[in-house]
C-alpha cells in the first residue's frame, strides 16, 4: 500500500502533533469517493466540523495544485494552499494535500500539513488514508487533549464521506 509523502519541517515524530486515520472498505472506488473529497463545498454536508468554505482568487470549486482557499474546523479559521495534487487514474493512488495556518501570534499560531490517499485494493475495496502534522502552541494542546479531537474528528469526517459516497452511488 501506498504512503503519505511529506514535506520538510513536517515529518511525523519531529511535529506537535499528529493524527492518522485509515478506512478500508468493499463496494467503494476512488473515482466515487473523490468528489466528495476534492469539492470542500460539499464538506459541511456530511460532516459537521467544517464550515464556511471559500477560495480565493477566484478558483474552485474543486481543489488543484497551488489552490488558495478558507474554511472553519476544530474552532480555528484555516487559510490553506494545496501542495500536492494527484487525480484518480487507473492503477494510481489519488492524492491531495494542504498547509493550513490559523493565528498570528506564538500562542495561537497553528501551521498543519493535512494530506489524504485514496486507493483501489484488490476485491472491490477502497483505501482512505488521512494523516494530519501539527506545529505550534495549538497543536501541544490538541495532542495532550483526551479524548484526542483529532483523531476522532477525522474518524467522523472519513465515516461522513464514505457514507455520502453511498448514498450517491444508490442514487444512481
Do not use: C
Request: charged share 20%; proline share 8%; net charge negative.
Amino acid at each position: 500500500m501506498n504512503t503519505i509523502i511529506w514535506p520538510e519541517g513536517y515529518v511525523p515524530g519531529f511535529t506537535d502533533n499528529f493524527a492518522s486515520n485509515e478506512m478500508i472498505v468493499a463496494g467503494l472506488d476512488v473515482a466515487g469517493v473523490w468528489p466528495f473529497l476534492n469539492t470542500p463545498s460539499r464538506w459541511p454536508t456530511y460532516y459537521a466540523n467544517s464550515a464556511n468554505v471559500r477560495f480565493h482568487d477566484g478558483k474552485g470549486p474543486e481543489l488543484a495544485e497551488g489552490v488558495r482557499f478558507h474554511f472553519e474546523t476544530f474552532g480555528f479559521p484555516v487559510e490553506a494552499e494545496v501542495v500536492e495534487h494527484v487525480a484518480p487514474a487507473s492503477g494510481k493512488p489519488a492524492r491531495v494535500a494542504w498547509h493550513g495556518w490559523a493565528g498570528s501570534t506564538p500562542a495561537d499560531r497553528l501551521d498543519v500539513h493535512h494530506a489524504w490517499l485514496l486507493e483501489d485494493l484488490p476485491g472491490g475495496r477502497l483505501r482512505i488514508l488521512t494523516q494530519e502534522t501539527q506545529r505550534g502552541e495549538p497543536a501541544r494542546a490538541l495532542a495532550s487533549a483526551e479524548p484526542n479531537p483529532m483523531i476522532n474528528g477525522h474518524d467522523q469526517w472519513l465515516k461522513g464521506m464514505i457514507a455520502a459516497a453511498r448514498k450517491a452511488r444508490r442514487a444512481r
